[in-house]
């Protein structure tokens, strides 16, 4: 399914999307990007193991969470494990760019991934994130779901792998994406 514009006006639809697939693959494990937990919270009783990874602390500036202990304490009291950590496709490659400037590997990986829409990229770095994490099991099929800065536009079917073996990552389906990014 292709969506005319990226962004959070997809949200709804790619989340109904990605739960349909889910059903259809018996898929259990479903990993959603949500830096405020706003998406994450319309996963709550849907009946999969979900993971919600935010932004790393300081991504908004010295010890800085994106999100309220409130949400967090929301959602874990829905069954919703929230992830906090490094980001796989910037981590510490960002502060050399910060420090000395140019442009590093994790950084060109995400930004080649992005040539698919910010959505994708997304949906490959949180998969990740959350099998290294120990919060999915491995060698399983499993959903993301990602957006564009803000709420979700894009779901894949995806066999995430360890950061320690990154390229065996394998994107099995796009179930939707903007066209337009
Ligand atoms: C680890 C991580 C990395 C992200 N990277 C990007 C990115 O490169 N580009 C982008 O447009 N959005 C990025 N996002 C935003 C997400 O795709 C998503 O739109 C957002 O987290 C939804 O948050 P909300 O539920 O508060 O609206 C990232 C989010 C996380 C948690």
Redesign the pocket.
Known sequence: MHWDKKG?DNTDKTIEAALARAAELDIQNIVV????????KKLINCDRNVVC???HAGFDGPGMRRMTEDVMQELKENGINVLITT?LLAGVDRAIRNKFGGVYPSEIM?QTLRMLG??T??CV??SG?ALDAGLIPHGKEIIAI???????DTAVVIAPAHSNQFFDTKVKEIICKPREF
């Open positions: 959070p990007a949500s830096s405020t937990g706003a998406t994450a990874v935010s932004y980001h995400a910010q959505g990229k997304v770095e949180i994130m990602g957006g564009s800065a803000k709420g979700a």
